[in-house]
């Protein structure tokens, strides 16, 4: 049960009162990889998980499992281990007895279930919780309990539903190393369903974005982070400026656009093309807010440059005139909202600029985003790994 | 601090704190009107109840000896009389362990949503609306010599003369099962509902069956849940009257402990007696009951993360 080389999903989808909850999931995974399913909520990740764990049933498609079809197998006989966002550990038995459930399913001798059971209570660091009840134990110590439950068995397969969701902020920190450690140290297959994309990006050797019941992109950390092939995925890999805009003109792999709503009702900027434009498409622009350089207008002192962050602020990709109105400290930099039109862009700065000031906000063409408007005719990149 | 001018002020405060901590404040007053009914029809009618006891008639005395106790005397003496306590319990602790064990099947399948749900639930809890007689009445209509029952199988010719299936122990049988079931089932239902739904899913991802998933997760949840629902039951059962008389066999086989009551009160007025008797069924409901209660406290009784 715990060797294989391929899961494939074949056009998975499920629709359920009229509405496709998933539609159109194609996707293959290699034994030992870890796959993240990142999207908000409602975007069919968790109805993913569900239909692969065998809850909830497919209304289309089929998945296999080195070319058997395991979608018409119960959950019980597909050999999955599952940890939910709310832990599901049972409340009535200890955490020993919780590992053990699984291997007592299984039919396993009772000196080698205790041996297993010892061996990953301990490789989650709860020796000395092993006979407590989980309503004596805190959410992270739960979560580990949960995550050992699914590992002991060695499944083939891993699924984690937002495991980390209920922890607070350094908690979750710190499991996420334990994850990471895991996969590292176990190799187990792993498919994880989060929101956040930090975890995504740091956890995952592909994610595969989601909206809407469908899939946007796929792709290593690396690709989707350089390369998104749409605003929305660009939106979730932290290119947090998303304006509306305007194709003025393009020459070959740039484009010149128009954006409304900021000064004077039109600023220029120029950017790399992202699928095919012509002059007159609505589009949106996407910049992360390191790559903003602020620049305050004004008196320039002689031999003091004005620049007031590290990006570049060369390369001509035209210049957003605003007003300061948030600083936020943030250690190292400092997080600063500048307010155009009726638009409020954010950018990165070394040193704090004043409320209320004006400044020009410039970018490298290069990390200037111009995406077509239309998600829907989005097609995502290869499947395969 | 100047502590003489401070000191009573203090203590008077921190007096009113601290009867506060403990939940004596204002809000207690709630409690009184809910009291005075509790003293007034309970507390008050039941020590008279226990005074009647212990004043037995004179014909009593005469019969049974005994001084002060002869009503207890009486009822330990009088095979008629306490063979009820039998009697009674044959029919309640069957009723109460049929209903509660029906009950659990059922409500385990009507979890799921199918179309006719809600139908099917109304059918079984209907039951509860028509009430001891109407129910009776019923069975008399549909299980008696001529009743709808007997006269179909005699058709069909799976039988020969018709099943005595009223005024006797199986009459009473149905009847508590027809009025207690349903009550036994929204229970059951109520605590099933509480149980956290991705339990069950946890162990299906674990390999668990649909029995195993019964058996260790949903059973041991649910037991606290049963003794309780069964001490509900049984009590009701215990206490069955009207159907004794109606569907039953009243001065046979099924003289149950408080139709011996009314017997003692109604027909030969002798009150004390009266309360002896329907003080001994109390007694031994009160036996059950704690019995259960003590299994009860050993079972896991934590929460279970559902709605409820």
Partial sequence: ?????????????????????????????????????????????????????????????EILLDGRRIDTLPPERRGFGMVFQSYALFPH?????????????????????????????????????????????????????????????????????EPLSNLDAKLR???????????????????????????????????????????????????????????????????RNILPATVVSTSGSEAVVELPGTADGGVRLTGRAIGALAAGD???????????????????????????????????????????????????????GVQTGDTMLHARASSAPQVGGAVALTAPVERVLVFPEELDAVVPQAVAA | MSAVGQRPQRATASLRHRLAERGVDPTLLLLVPGLVVAVA??????????????????????????????NYVAFFRDPFVFDSIGITMRLALPAALFN?????????????????????????????????????????IFAG????????????????????????YLGVMFSLVITGFPFAFLLISSYLSGIDPSLEQAAKT????????????????????????????????????????????????????????????GEQNDYSMASTIALMMGAVELLVVVAVLGLRSLLYRGTTGGKG
Wanted: with cysteine.
């Fill in chain 2, 206 to 265: 674990l390999g668990a069956d649909w029995w195993q998933r019964f058996r260790r997760i949903i059973l041991p949840l649910l037991a606290p849940g049963l003794a309780t629902t069964f001490i509900l039951t049984f009590v009701l059962a215990f206490s069955v009257f009207p159907s004794a008389r109606l569907v039953g066999d009243a001065m046979g086989e099924t003289r149950v402990m408080s139709l011996m009551a009314f017997r003692a009160f």
């Fill in chain 2, 145 to 168: 010599r001529q009743g709808w029952i007997n006269r179909a199988l005699l058709e069909i010719g799976l039988i020969d003369e018709p099943l005595r299936l009223v005024n006797n």
């Fill in chain 1, 173 to 239: 920190l710190d499991m996420r190393t334990e994850i990471r450690r895991l996969h590292q140290s176990l190799g187990l297959t792993t498919v994880y369903v989060t929101h956040d994309q930090e975890e995504a990006l740091s956890l995952a050797d592909r994610l595969v974005v989601m909206r809407e019941g469908r899939v946007q992109q796929v792709g290593t950390p690396d690709e989707l982070y350089e390369s998104p092939t749409s605003w929305y995925v660009a939106d979730f890999m932290g290119y």
């Fill in chain 1, 93 to 161: 038995l200890s955490v020993e007895k919780n590992v053990a459930f699984g291997l007592q399913m299984q039919g396993v001798a009772r000196a080698e279930i205790d041996r297993r059971v010892r061996e990953a209570i301990s490789l989650v660091k709860l020796g000395d919780h092993a006979k407590k009840l989980p309503g004596q134990l805190s959410g992270g110590q739960q979560q580990r309990v949960a995550i050992a439950r699914a590992v002991v068995l060695e499944p083939s397969l891993v699924l984690m539903d």
């Fill in chain 1, 282 to 336: 609505r589009v949106r622009v996407a910049v992360r807010p390191e790559d903003f350089a602020v620049s305050a207008v004004g008196l320039v002192e002689t031999g003091v440059s004005t620049g007031l962050s590290g990006g570049s602020s060369s390369a001509g990709s035209g210049s957003i005139p605003g007003t300061v109105s948030v600083v936020e400290y943030h250690g190292r930099e400092h997080a600063v």
């Fill in chain 1, 1 to 61: 049960m715990s060797d294989f080389e391929s899961l494939e999903l074949r056009g998975v989808g499920r629709r359920f009162g009229g509405v496709d909850a998933l539609a159109g999931l194609d996707l293959t995974i290699k034994a030992g990889e870890f796959v993240a399913l990142l999207g908000p909520s409602g975007c069919g990740k968790s109805t993913a998980l569900n239909c692969l764990a065998g809850l909830l049933p497919l209304t289309h498609g």
């Fill in chain 2, 41 to 70: 029809l309970f507390v008050y009618p039941f020590s008279y109840g226990i005074g009647l006891t212990v004043q037995p008639t004179a014909a009593m005395q005469e019969q049974w000896g005994g001084g002060v106790l002869a």
């Fill in chain 2, 100 to 140: 509660v064990l029906a009950s659990i099947p059922v409500a385990m399948v009507l979890r799921q949503r199918f179309r006719g749900k809600r139908l099917l639930t109304s059918l079984l809890v209907l039951p509860i609306t028509l009430g001891t007689v109407l129910t009776a009445q019923g069975l008399l």
